[in-house]
């Protein structure tokens, strides 16, 4: 693939419209497809308005330039001649699939699909297709044209070849591509769980009030949001629904269990900042918790939520989810972590991390606390995991 071959995306909400924007800053002629006509409209309007932003920035040479590189479409057909179709539709298998089979019917044999999911199989969509070898998963975070990092991951039926194309794409859109195999979650959003869930958990045991936790981790983490400011910045709707599917796809491991705190936010329609409540009230004039700046009970809640972190990069190394170096990449660049969970592990040992959790599981005897097998090696080796 290079700068001629025409890319098709699916869906112009918020992922379809920044990956079609990314690609089209890229060199690309994009079409941009969308069942719904007010969809098309909507992000025709917003992409202009950011050419033109990104234009008097310098960031772009010309606006109009970027611009007349896009064909907006309300009828699938459009893509008949694209290279590569990138489908950012509704998180939905069954939807993904009927979409995929269509697309197929369209495109020349040639042309590669992926999908943006965050959270379902890519094996599964693949499936739908007669030629499944030519799809693929590459997951760009959002937004799309701010965050570098994007997930490659094949299906198991992926032709080889196309990892090393689809990441020679990546890097000449100025991405930071990682690839990560079919499992629930990839990288980041598996390795992720426990920032979010570990939080809840001391949150509901009353360890803690949630301004505690989130000044723990950030002031003491060194995170650049707590968790529950950054569940409430997402979206109850988007980070339960998550958990809950990581949950289930792992055939309901505890490491991964929800919270009855977060599911109860949903049900009552407290989304966090979007509808003005979450586990903090954004109402004007409303007065927000403060933290209790105990240094100690600080770092008990930091070390804990930052060693059950350790252990899922690494239990994830352990599974051949991804390579060290992968890893580190993706939480960093994927979430921002302010470094990468092996080199955390490294700099506090292997057998400082490995106390910690095993103290949990001593405390809890809850499966959710064990250590991977891995860590345990690697102190019995003394080894690092970038050394
Ligand atoms: N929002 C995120 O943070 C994020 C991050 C990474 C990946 N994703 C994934 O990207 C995908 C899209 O998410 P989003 O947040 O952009 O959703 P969105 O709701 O903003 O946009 C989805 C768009 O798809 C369109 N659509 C729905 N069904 C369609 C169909 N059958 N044919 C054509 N268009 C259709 C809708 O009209 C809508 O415009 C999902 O799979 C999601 O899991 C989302």
Redesign the pocket.
Known sequence: MNKQSIIGV???????SGIAQVAAVAGHKVIL????AA?VEKAKTSLNTTLQKLSEKGKISSAAEVFSRFEFATDIEAFKNCALVIE????NLD??K??FAEVESIVSDSCVLA??????SVTSIAAACNKADRVIGL????PAPLMALVEIIPAVQTEKSLVDTCKDLMLSWAKTPVITKDTPGFIVNRVARPFYGEAIRIYEEGIADIATIDWAMTELGGFKMGPFALTDYIGHD?NYVVTETVFQSFFYDPRYKPSFSQKRLLEAGWLGRKTGRGFYNYAEGAVQPEPKKDIKQGMYIADRIVAMLINEAVEALHLNIASAKDLEIAMTKGVNYPKGLLQWCDEWTAERTLNLLDSLYEEYHEDRYRASVLLRKMVADKKKFLA
Do not use: P, R
Request: proline share 0%.
């Open positions: 699916i869906g112009a909400g918020a992922m379809g497809f969308d069942s719904n969809a950012a539709i509704i998180e939807i993904k009927k979409v999908t943006n999911t965050s959270s379902l997951h760009f975070f959002n988007v």
